[in-house]
């Protein structure tokens, strides 16, 4: 029936999938960041604010990721089916990285001997989940090999110049966000620590943003031609020259030590980021051979799943938002009895 | 070396592997987020601090068990598309939108008020604490819900059209997908296990700290409620499984076969094997030892009620039975165990002698663990009695793999037992040590002698911006305040 009413339906979970992702990208970012500085952040009373400005809220914050894994494989199974055997050994390490990285959470307090230990493995979980995921969205962008409803290449295809470098783009950029987000959480040695650490994860992610963003349209004819040729220019150019202004917006509230400046506006860089990635790749959901048309799943999955969330994910931001405020403000090195 | 056979038994082996092990953490904090909503409940009800102790006790353990449990769940939502990706493609339609309500309906809702109820006890009210106590409780019976209304349909799936490029589509309506025959069934004897399993824990430690001291009366507490529930809900649970084994017969036959050793048909009333050694090359029974005609009076409640056995069953179709055999008769022995402790507990209760019977509490920690090994034994019937199918008759387990190279599975199955024994281990031990030290009046969910923050009630990392929350603060909190926090 309905050519028109499917499009309507795979753009908008397109949408709703990309939502997820960046609130995953957004809320998880910092968290991973933290873990990623970690080495960096004083031994005792720093360490253990650190981890407390994130403590309550990781669980929710790592949901989102398991929404857009769950969402795509609703949405669009047969995506589903493609990337991840495509990017098997990235998400098995990311899996890994992540299982590290969420008991440590509890397992640091409960042994105070091998504390070093789940410290350790709380900044090699984050480090490695960080790298995995910058790599899976490399190795989605330059290109998938598909045969009938099925990945059909090796197991190895995924590991190029590219993927190392969009990964490390996203270690630099989550490590921007998480010492953002500390300037907003600390105080005193650990608010200065904090905005000396800002700067130069501000620098290398805008050096590896920038260089992603020409190695991409070299990767396929179509990218370029999205981003180089009239009149798409015009339109893409705008991605570009926002991002510009955030750059130039984001190191000035550093300079001036601003306090919830930093973390929005690398928000906003990331956002520009996923505009960006999408001006790529829009309409294809794995390039170079599926579209969000053929990977859809039929109607009236979509349409079922699409009232619950239109329902449902309200009333999740809502009170996502009341834990956020219940844990307000800055965070003291140590918990205490009132 | 490897072959695509090789890639398919990796695959299955690390499938097993990661969802026994994740299937401990939820069947132990589906029990223990509701026991935790009781104690939370019956503290704001009595105001008796012997509940607030046991809250802040189970709370600490409960940390540790839902962390361990979030991260073991994550690599199962992947792992469907990781080494099933056929099945994924195939079922997507299906099973996707289940389980995307699962992550909207339960996962946010749990992990949405977890830090509420582990951190925030001195920054909300009682009320509103304890309201997310129930919502964490609330969500892990959701998502109990949908996950087992997945693994329903993939037992016994209904109200699907097949598309030609091999897809089960939804047909006209959700609801027989959602509610399909096996689901109701499932849902009620995995949940109770899940009570079940948590009461034999709260029981052991009991009993435990009983044994060392009778006049604890935390102790005595924490055993008294376990032996209750034992007492009472193990008849339950056996009538429920009775049920579900007869929609089993109803709905997967070949899957009663296996669990009752029925190689052959018994066309005038079948016998319930109490032993045996299946003989799967001979295709039948070794020293068998049965009880004539128990087995139709089980099943079909008719001591003469004809039962097929596994010969009318093609080789191909048919279930591996040594597996399913002995994992359903740990199930089966176990649960009747669980019914022997809780009658007994009565017997003492009823002679003024629950605290003063040294054996009894040994039974009960011995039992501790025993519903962890019962859940898993369960678990196994069910799912290997399913095979070789993982959509039951419509799609083979051998048809669902991934394209993936042997060494790719070999190397991950590895990497996640090595990482799975290593931390899993230590959290268990961590656990263990946490029940070690019985619950203390006063408890203030961290260990004398332990320094730092823990992340638990009655600790919340660090003061709100601006704002004095001191005992006797600002906003009228801080009656309520100090009393949460001590």
Redo the contacts between chains.
Sequence with gaps: MSALYNFDLATAWAFIIAFAVFMYVVMDGFDLGIGILFPTITVGKERDAAMNSIAPVWDGNETWLVLGGGGLFAAFPLAYAVVLPATYPLIIIMLLGLVFRGVAFEFRWRDERHQTFWDFAFFGGSLAAAMAQGMILGALLQGVEVDGRAYAGSWFDWLTPYTLLTGLGTVAGYALLGSTWLIIKAQGRALDHAYRMAKPAFFVTLGLMVAVSLYTPFLEANYYSRWFTYPNVLFAAQVPLLTGIIVFALLRALVKRRTHQPFLLSLALFLLGMAGLGVSMWPHIVPPAITIWDAAAPESSQIFMLVGTAIIMPVILIYTGFAYWVFRGKTGEEGYHS | MFDNADALILARIQFAFTVSFHFIFPAFSIGLASYLAVLEGLWLKTGKSLYKDLFKYWLKIF??AF??G??????M??Q???NW??F??????????L???????A??????????M???M???GKTLHFTATLMVAAGTAVSAFWILSVNSWMQTPVGYEL?G?G?F??GDS?WPIIFNPSFPYRLVHTVIAAYLTTALVVGGVGAWHLLKDKTDAHARKMFSMAMWMAALVAPVQIFAGDAHGINTLEHQPQKVMAMEGHYESHPDGAPLYLFGIPNEKEQRLDYAVGIPKLSSLILKHDLDAPLPGLDTIPDQDQPPVGVVFWSFRIMVAIGFAILGLGLWSLVARVRKKLYDWPWLHRAALVMGPAGFVAVIAGWVTTEVGRQPFTVYGLLRTANSA????A??VA??LA??AA??LA?FG??TW?IL??MKSPPQPGE?G?KHG??????TA??????????N???GGPKGRGMA??EM??
């Design positions: 940390a540790v962390a361990m979030v991260v073991s769940g994550i690599v939502s992947y469907f598309g990781t990706s056929v994924s493609d195939r079922t997507g339609p299906i099973l996707g939108p389980m995307a309500y699962e992550v909207l309906t996962f946010f809702l749990e992990a949405g008020f977890l830090g509420v582990l951190f925030g001195n920054r909300v598309s490029n897809q589509l939804p959700w991934s394209p993936l190279d060494p790719a190397i991950s990497a996640f990482v799975y931390v230590v959290g961590y040590r946490l203030r961290v332990e320094k730092g923050p823990v992340r009655g600790i919340t990392p660090g003061p709100v911006q601006g704002e929350v001191q005992p305040d100090r926090a001590e």
